[in-house]
């Protein structure tokens, strides 16, 4: 075992990216996430949370140094890499490929090389903590797109990654699967990082909260250290309670505090 000094499940050193050389989206970003952690990042939409996500498992290079655990994401260790984290894209359908969500969950475990049996065993587990039991057999094309939001989850989970990191994991979901996946995220034995618009099941789930503001890390804090702050959150386009009174001013009643 290493010492606790090197406990840093994923680091990120003055990361620079831009899609287009005079625009650029990363300014110098660093982090550091800790093994086991649950750790959110917000930011306004646009601030690049998804770009950086992209580059935890080298489907994007920016300069700079990203790692997972003590290995460099680079063209050597990519292979490694892309097992050690696996990505939730917001998108299922980048995530979801084969005629059938059983074989999309398949796919990662018999890659792995596990032998159909217990590939198959996997699949049920995974699609039952995910709330698709009963699902192998269904057409991803036929599914709600809160059904194939967990099914592309599943696809993830079913390889049993180090590092999951999540991209808007509860988008489109009704509010009881939110609630599900809090818990599914919560009871999860790995690091998680979770890229959220929803800055409620975010700041309930996650242990520490970055927010991602021009191109960089504004502030790291506790959920509540980043609940207080709303002129930061007012900045990132993210304060809630501003919501709550907009509503409020509209005559929405929503009951006592
Ligand atoms: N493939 C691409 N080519 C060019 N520009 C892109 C590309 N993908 C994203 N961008 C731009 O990069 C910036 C960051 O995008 P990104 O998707 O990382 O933002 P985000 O923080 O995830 O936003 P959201 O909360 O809306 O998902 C945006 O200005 C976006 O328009
Ligand atoms: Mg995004």
Do not use: W
Not at 78 to 91: I, P, Q, Y
């Amino acid at each position: 075992m290493s010492g606790t000094s090197r406990g840093a499940a994923v680091g990120i050193e003055d990361l620079v990216f831009g899609y287009e050389k005079d625009r650029p989206i990363l300014r110098g970003l660093s982090l550091e996430i800790e093994a086991g952690e649950r750790f959110g990042i917000l930011g306004p939409s646009g601030a690049g949370k998804s770009t950086l996500l992209l580059h935890l498992n080298g489907l994007l290079r920016g300069e700079g140094r990203v790692r997972i655990g003590d290995e460099p994401v680079g063209p050597a260790t990519l292979a490694s890499v892309r097992r050690r984290v696996g990505l939730v894209f917001e998108d299922p359908d980048d995530q979801l490929f084969t005629p059938t969500i059983g074989e999309d969950v398949a796919f990662g475990p018999l890659n792995l090389g596990l032998g159909r049996e217990e590939a198959g065993r996997r699949v049920r587990d995974v699609l039952e903590r995910v709330g698709l039991a009963g699902f192998e057999r269904r057409n991803p094309h036929r599914l709600s797109l809160g059904e194939r939001k967990r099914a592309a989850l599943a696809t993830v989970l079913s390889m049993a990654p180090e590092v999951v990191a999540f991209d808007e994991p509860f988008s489109n979901l009704h509010p009881a699967l939110v609630e599900r996946l809090m818990g599914l995220i919560a009871g999860l034995d790995a690091t998680v990082i979770l890229v959220s618009q929803q800055i409620l099941p975010a700041l309930a789930v996650c242990d520490r909260i970055a927010v991602l503001l021009d191109g960089r890390i504004a502030r790291t804090g506790t959920p509540a250290e980043i609940a207080a702050d709303r002129a930061l959150l007012s900045a990132a386009g993210l304060d809630i309670r501003s919501t709550l009174e907009a509503a409020r001013r509209r005559g929405v009643d929503l009951g006592p505090e």
